[in-house]
T-cell receptor, first 109, second 114 residues
Framework: QQPVQSPQAVILREGEDAVINCSSS?????VHWYRQKHGEAPVFLMI?????EQKGHDKISASFNEKKQQSSLYLTASQLSYSGTYFC??????????FGTGTRLTIIP | DGGITQSPKYLFRKEGQNVTLSCEQN?????MYWYRQDPGQGLRLIYY???????QKGDIAEGYSVSREKKESFPLTVTSAQKNPTAFYLC?????????????FGDGTRLSIL
């Protein structure tokens, strides 16, 4: 039931774009996205609840394709502050989240 | 300011010893969670609690125990039965069911074996 998250790692130059994908083998109720800086606590980015829903947060946005049981996180015109590890968390309509293994994003000047 | 406080930040365990990690929140959240984080494995759920005096096992509960005697507190005990306890432990909370509610995390406790 663990989300399949890809890529495992990506290196970008400042200003470039990135896409992180998560997919599920089971029907999803919601998808959460978090970012974690090294040695720190994960920080909530956004929740997507409905099939086909898209959300944006500054230059970070996400989509949720309920039919395909997939979610993607889009980082546009990346900034140095976007560096960190990104996790998707899947909720299957119960009381908990199941997290993916993470995508390590490194932004270089 | 509201938040989640985990203590200690670093903890060392001797062979055969039980250790307890503290987690306190002043967000008035009903639900609390404990996760274990190992390099390259993301966050794995150990235990969670939706209300006081009730808690459920997560995916990797063996070798751990918890209690929820107060709404604001959810301590985790790593017992001697947990043979590989070295990891980063994160406590989180949410208003209620986490399906449509974000989880807020503490700063973590890093546990190592002496």
């Amino acid at each position: 039931q663990q989300p399949v998250q890809s890529p495992q790692a990506v290196i970008l130059r400042e200003g470039e774009d990135a896409v992180i994908n998560c997919s599920s083998s089971k029907a999803l109720y919601s998808v959460h996205w978090y970012r974690q800086k090294h040695g720190e606590a994960p920080v909530f980015l956004m929740i997507l609840l409905k099939g086909g829903e898209q959300k944006g947060h500054d230059k970070i946005s996400a989509s949720f394709n309920e039919k395909k049981q997939q979610s993607s996180l889009y980082l546009t015109a990346s900034q140095l502050s976007y560096s960190g590890t990104y996790f998707c968390g899947f909720n299957f309509g119960n009381e908990k989240l199941t997290f993916g293994t993470g995508t390590r994003l490194t932004i270089i000047p | 300011d509201g938040g989640i406080t985990q203590s200690p930040k670093y903890l060392f365990r001797k062979e055969g010893q039980n250790v307890t990690l503290s987690c306190e929140q002043n967000l008035n959240h009903d639900a609390m969670y404990w996760y274990r984080q190992d390099p390259g494995q993301g966050l794995r759920l150990i235990y969670y609690s939706q209300i006081v005096n009730d808690f459920q096992k997560g995916d990797i509960a063996e070798g751990y125990s918890v209690s929820r005697e107060k709404k604001e507190s959810f301590p985790l005990t790593v017992t001697s039965a947990q043979k590989n306890p070295t990891a980063f432990y994160l406590c989180a909370s949410s208003i209620f069911r986490t399906g449509n509610q974000p989880q807020h995390f503490g700063d973590g406790t890093r546990l190592s074996i002496l």
